[in-house]
């Protein structure tokens, strides 16, 4: 809730099934700000009346090392536990660089009927990180910069400890005959607790006394249809959702909360595909209406064309609109983003072996939010200084060749 990102480093390995990327016109369906892309992991399920586990661990340079496993039994035949959980440790090279992760994942699945199905789910994340602010240059000469030995950091003495509980519910339903007409509603909830400490404990100390503590928490209800109609895939979501933030000595006590609804039909026939969808999102007091279309043609059997538009928003984060530590200026009040966004692409295929594509993209930003940065030789922190500018405009070719 506080700064808008998620560290998918702390996801545990042995618990992913697929990762799906969504990028471009489409990504604004999945999520408030996702206008940029989206990053879904799914899950692994497991059905065995035997026992299974498994372990992996390996080592390297600077401490590292790497380890995480999994347990998952029936307990009955439609009953199932899963347990697991993940490390990573590294001292890293210079001082006050070392890193600990911590997760552990809980899952229980209970199939009631061939139409019901509901799973309940916990993941628990702790982590230690230091926080050296890199290399003084200043301090350092040039030929030991990048000596771990002889080089001097910015600070040894920071460092942040996290600590975060996700929990969710969620109930599958087939409430039609067609086996593609899944409905699902999910409950989740999820809590963030972060320590920032730079306490004088350590060798050369930098004279800064902090104890900051942030607490979060998000919890919602997420609902999804899959429908076959009128000769379309349709997919209708919604979502409402509270943040909060707990306490924080940068922002303050901050609440808020969003309705967002979604839709999308996608028609097939021979040759061509064509989409259109839509979202809009209650939040802060104003309404948003996202909306786009595409469309995928097979222009010969060897190669394909398609092309999509979308216009959609990014509103700032509490950090951009609250954060009031030193060192962070606004020229005025931050404004929401609107973004346009134009993709055409085409695919050429040989034998299923062979594939080349070429996409070019046009993303035009209205209201766009910047960041201009200076770091001062005395500061801990780098002086920002955050606003909008009346447009920015990005264009690009993204190329792509595979052989499978």
């Known amino acids: 809730p506080l ?8 996801f545990p390995l042995e618990a992913i099934q697929q990762i799906e990327f969504q990028t471009g016109v489409r990504s604004f369906l999945y999520g408030l700000n996702s206008t940029g892309g989206m990053v879904n992991i799914i899950t692994q399920d497991y059905y ?20 995480d496993g999994v347990f998952t039994q029936n307990i009955t035949q439609r009953f199932n536990f899963l347990a697991g959980f993940q490390r990573r440790t590294l001292d890293g090279r210079y ?18 009927s061939n139409r019901v199905n509901v799973t309940v789910s916990e993941l628990y994340n702790g982590t230690q990180v230091g926080l050296n602010g890199g290399v003084d240059i200043l301090k350092t000469p040039s030929q030991n910069v990048f000596d771990e030995i002889r080089a001097n950091v910015r600070n040894t003495d920071s ?14 339903l087939r ?10 509603a999910t409950l989740f909830y999820s809590n963030n ?17 902090i104890q900051s503590d942030h607490r979060s928490a998000w919890y919602g209800l997420r ?22 933030i707990i306490e924080s000595p940068d922002v303050g006590p901050q609440r808020e909360t969003s309705l967002s609804l979604t839709g999308k039909a996608e028609t097939t ?19 948003f209406f996202s909306y786009g279309a595409d469309t995928k043609l097979d222009i010969v059997p060897w190669l394909s064309g398609y092309a999509g538009y979308s216009t959609s928003y990014r509103t700032p984060t509490i950090q951009e609109l609250y954060w009031s530590a030193s060192g962070i200026s606004r020229a005025s009040s931050i404004e929401n983003e609107k973004h346009h966004l134009i993709e055409a692409r085409l695919s050429a295929r040989a034998s299923y072996v062979f594939e080349l594509q070429a996409t070019y993209f046009r993303r035009q930003i209205d209201n766009a939010i910047v960041a201009t940065g200076l770091l001062t030789t005395n500061e801990i922190f780098p002086f920002a200084s955050l606003r909008n500018i009346s447009e920015e405009t990005l264009r690009g070719i993204d190329g792509r060749m595979s052989i499978t």
């Open 95 to 112: 001082p006050n660089s070392d890193y600990d992760a911590w997760n552990v994942q809980v899952k229980l699945k209970y199939l009631i």
């Open 175 to 184: 409430l039609f005959e067609d086996s593609s007409a899944i409905s699902s």
């Open 159 to 172: 460092y942040e400890k996290v600590h975060r509980h996700d929990l969710s519910a969620t109930v599958g």
């Open 193 to 209: 607790f972060r320590q920032y400490r730079d306490e004088e404990n350590r060798p050369n100390p930098n004279g800064v006394f």
């Open 269 to 287: 026939i021979p040759g061509t595909t064509a989409g259109v969808f839509g979202r809009y999102d209650r939040f802060r007091g104003e309404d």
């Open 223 to 244: 609902l999804s249809q899959e429908l076959q109609k009128w000769g379309s895939q349709l997919s209708l979501g919604a979502e409402l959702q509270e943040r909060k």
């Open 3 to 10: 700064i808008g990102i998620a560290n998918l480093n702390l």
């Open 48 to 67: 065995t009346n035997r026992a299974y586990s498994r372990i992996r661990y390996g080592e390297g340079s600077y401490s590292y090392l790497s380890t």
